[in-house]
């Protein structure tokens, strides 16, 4: 037997090594899981981006995306919608999704970074 802070006392199981008492679920109890995965971008825009993805993604799931910049003063989050999946196969046989979302209420420093990115990219003017 073990006492609480209490008084209480909270039997044991035989074997069990754990230092705090546990408690025994009954029924059903929701919860959720958090997982963050670097995945690369293929392309963005103002309203989205294309990212690939090892792990499929359900059509129409809402996300949070981070995109990190260079310090990490610099990185955003967003909320996304999955608007399309394309399963990839590579050459060496291994499976990968393209994943297109959309940007849901970008706020206005996400749409200058993507601005600033886009611009970057672009080929100089030619004559200019």
Do not use: C
């Not at 029924?27 to 690939?52: F, K, M, S």
């Not at 910049?69 to 196969?89: I, K, M």
């Not at 050459?91 to 297109?100: C, K, N, T, V």
């Amino acid at each position: 037997m073990m006492s609480t802070s209490r008084g209480m006392s909270v039997r044991r199981k035989v074997g069990d090594r754990r230092t705090r008492a546990r408690f025994d679920i009954v029924g059903d109890l929701w919860g959720t899981v958090e997982a963050a995965v670097l995945l690369p971008l293929a392309n963005i825009g103002r309203g989205g981006a294309l990212i690939q993805s090892r792990v499929q993604l359900p059509p129409e799931s809402i996300h949070r995306l981070r995109i990190k910049g260079d310090y990490p003063q610099e990185d955003l989050s967003v909320a996304v919608r999955v608007r399309h999946v394309a399963r990839q196969v590579s050459d060496a046989g291994e499976l990968s999704y393209l994943i297109g979302v959309e940007f849901i209420l970008a706020g206005q420093e996400l749409l200058d970074r993507v601005d600033r990115w886009v611009a970057a990219a672009q080929p100089e003017a030619a004559g200019a």
